[in-house]
């Protein structure tokens, strides 16, 4: 409802639209009431307009980079990745939701696939399914929250999406010659704590080997999470926001020995997760070793452990709550090799 009251030497209007009541002066009643009666028209058309009709993706995006991605272990990578996105095709991001349509998805995942040109005219380099199944779980995620928790949309984009066949799991295996040589290239002393950046690269790589922690827990440790007593370090997980729970993870007595020089320390690892990937990589270059990634010590240390435990324990040492991962991803034993133990 719109009121008209005199002020100074003008008219201000009055409207009350959705519970928020809004105001503005003229300098005549005609303009005045002319303002108010738009406002009310296009409250009424905003009213009867479904809520897919009145949001992009753009806005869907950007509210969820707001209020969702931070909650994540991740943001500032699926932070990116969402820039990317609406960088890359404003068109799709400009559309409703109520216009957004699976082929609309379909036409996106194949130009991620195959190249693209990018609308400054620039040239967007295909990548792997890896990435693209990537990107498809936080957009339909986004999609999912935008659905049931903020009732912006009614349909389902992504139903009858078909993903890109998933890549084959990795199967490299770490050797012990590779492992010493690498530890000799950045210099590791055993039974030494690690004084040089590239000396720390060395002990994370062996604790991995160990322990089967990813890089980011193993530089997250320190007097107030690893307990030296009972063989346990509280770590933060990746899906912690969902959980609501740390990882609890019990630590082998070659993993004790390694990290006993530094469990006095507030942080055990004073490098970051860039440059260890970064001094990981280099010296595995300069040793002429090819193939291999850090996280691939995760796995050869989860196979090592399988030979001495059930898999119920792996599980609760790996953390993972699906057991097909474990067996598909992170088992990468040889049909010979358990033949060889048979």
């Known amino acids: 409802m719109a009121s008209i009251t005199k002020h100074k030497s003008g008219y201000r209007a009055f409207v009350l639209v959705a519970g928020k009541r809004t105001s503005k002066t003229f300098d005549t009643k ?79 995942r194949d130009a991620r696939l195959s190249g693209f040109y990018g609308p400054d005219g620039r040239y967007v380099k295909p990548v792997k399914a890896a990435s693209v199944l990537r990107d498809i779980n936080w ?96 770590v933060a997980h990746k899906t912690q926001h969902l959980t609501g729970r740390p990882r609890i993870v019990p630590l082998t007595r070659q993993a004790i020995r390694l990290l006993r020089p530094v469990a006095g320390r507030e942080r055990c690892f004073t490098i970051g997760s860039a440059s260890l990937d970064t001094m990981f990589r280099k010296a595995r270059d300069q040793m002429g070793i090819t193939g291999l990634h850090f996280h691939d010590s995760r796995a050869e240390a989860l196979t090592r452990l399988a030979r001495r435990v059930d898999v119920m324990t792996l599980a609760k040492i790996s953390g993972h709550k699906d057991l097909s991962i474990l067996q598909n991803t992170y088992y990468r034993e040889t049909a010979q090799e358990i033949a060889a133990r048979l």
């Open 139 to 234: 957009l339909s995620n986004a999609f999912t929250v935008a659905r049931h928790e903020w009732h912006w949309i009614e349909h389902k984009p992504f139903e009858g999406l078909r993903p890109p066949p998933a890549p084959p799991p990795r199967d490299r295996r770490v050797s012990p010659n590779e492992v010493k040589r690498l530890c000799r290239r950045l210099g590791y002393v055993t039974g030494h704590a690690p004084i040089t950046k590239n000396q720390e690269v060395a002990l994370a790589f062996l604790v991995a080997l160990r322990s089967a922690m990813r890089a980011g827990e193993i530089l997250s440790l320190g007097k107030g999470n690893l307990d030296m007593v009972r063989r346990v370090a509280v």
């Open 30 to 108: 005609r303009e005045a009431v002319a303002w108010a009666a738009a406002e009310e028209t296009d409250a009424r058309k905003r009213r009867d307009t479904p809520e897919a009709e009145l949001h992009t993706v753009r806005e869907m995006l950007s509210r969820y980079a707001e209020e969702v991605s931070p909650k994540k272990k991740g943001t500032r990578h699926e932070q990116l990745r969402i820039r990317a996105f609406l960088r890359d095709f404003p068109l799709l991001a400009d559309k409703t939701l109520a216009a957004v349509k699976t082929p609309d998805l379909a036409a996106w």
